[in-house]
């Protein structure tokens, strides 16, 4: 079953249009992550809104956004203001353009998601705008309102449906001249770029991420796992960094590394695991605890899987 849609509405292309909505394509929530507790008693930190002259904590009624214009000046907007800046993408994203996927710089990506028909109608308009962009080899452009604010979204076909990536504003790329200028200018020999790109041609594969894993992620499960089990905590030893003295030497050293790491027989790929909601089949049971199938249906000690309040 699909999550809940962050955003319903209408996809139009000139005078087609269709009802759609649209999925976040990605999720965190299977990540572990930790409550703040009072380590003397052991509590969940539970926060507050004070008002932060008077220090009397605030009802959510009585909050308003406010924009600040100096120190002590603030202009407030109500919610019924901000739902007066009414924009056509609130409800419907319109496509304004068709580019070609080189054109959009990867800086400017920001969150993919899903767009497919919304109920039983509009399908077969959204099948001619899906495959026009499909047919045109080509990405369109259209804006969208989520979290009340508008984004430039670009859209393109993936499988039945379509891929709605968010794309970032001008203003918010930084320029990189404000890190790089300092970069000093080193010719680099072309006996030096022949070792490197040996490396890289012995190195090279296929992008199949199922063969990446969250080594931090393992590495929390297997924490919480040790303190379930009342087991002592020992400190791994960080890896350090080799300072490069002789870099044409460092480089001759990796191909031949390299290439031992070619011969020597791979053992084939792990296949990723299917995670279960909240990847509880990773948190193991307890000797003389209660059954697996229990067990793992809780969550980690000191509410390790719950989000941070």
Known sequence: MAPRANWKGFLRLSLVTCPVALYPATSESEKISFNQLNRATGHRIKYLKVDADTGDEVANEDIVKGYKV????????TKEELENVALESTRTIEI????DRSDIDPRYLIRPYYLRPDGKVGHDAFAVIR????????????????????????????DKGLMGTLLRYPYEVRDPAEYFDEIQDVKVTKDMLDLAR????????????????????????DLINQKRAGKP??????????????????LRKSVGGAAADTKAPKKPAKKAKKAAPGQKEMLMPIAGK????ETASKKPAAGARRKSA
Request: proline residues 6%; glycine residues 4%.
């Open 96 to 99: 304004d353009e068709f580019v």
């Open 70 to 77: 100096d120190t002590d000046t603030f202009i407030e907007v």
């Open 290 to 293: 209660k059954p697996a199938k």
């Open 131 to 158: 495959e026009t962009i499909r047919e045109m080899d080509k990405v369109a452009i259209g804006r969208v309102v989520l979290t009340n604010r508008e984004h430039i979204i670009a859209l393109e076909p993936l």
């Open 198 to 221: 040996h490396i890289v041609e012995q190195k090279a594969g296929n992008f199949e991420p199922d063969k990446f894993e969250d080594q931090y992620e393992t590495a929390l499960v």
């Open 233 to 250: 905590i020992t400190p791994k030893e960080r890896p350090r960094g080799e300072n490069v003295v002789d870099l044409m030497d460092a």
